[in-house]
């Protein structure tokens, strides 16, 4: 048995368009959010690899160089 309402049709029609509507914008504007923050994290994993890969490599020449240092000292003597 189907619900009775006992506003006008017009009303109904208008209010549930409405409803609709609203609710269309806010998962809209979440789904426009996601995608923003999926770019956001993917560029900031890109951004952390290479501040990582950068971190190695001057690890790695300092490395070199304190064993030269050392090398160095330990041939002056």
Known sequence: MPKQY????KRLVRFFEESRDSW???ANNYQEEKRQMK???RDL???KEL???KYS???EELD????KMKYKKKSSH
Do not use: A, G, V
């Open 45 to 47: 994993e890109r951004s």
């Open 51 to 53: 501040w990582k890969n």
């Open 6 to 9: 006992k506003s006008s049709t």
């Open 64 to 67: 070199i160089i304190k064993k």
């Open 24 to 26: 269309k914008s806010r």
């Open 39 to 41: 770019t956001k994290i």
């Open 57 to 59: 490599n001057l690890k």
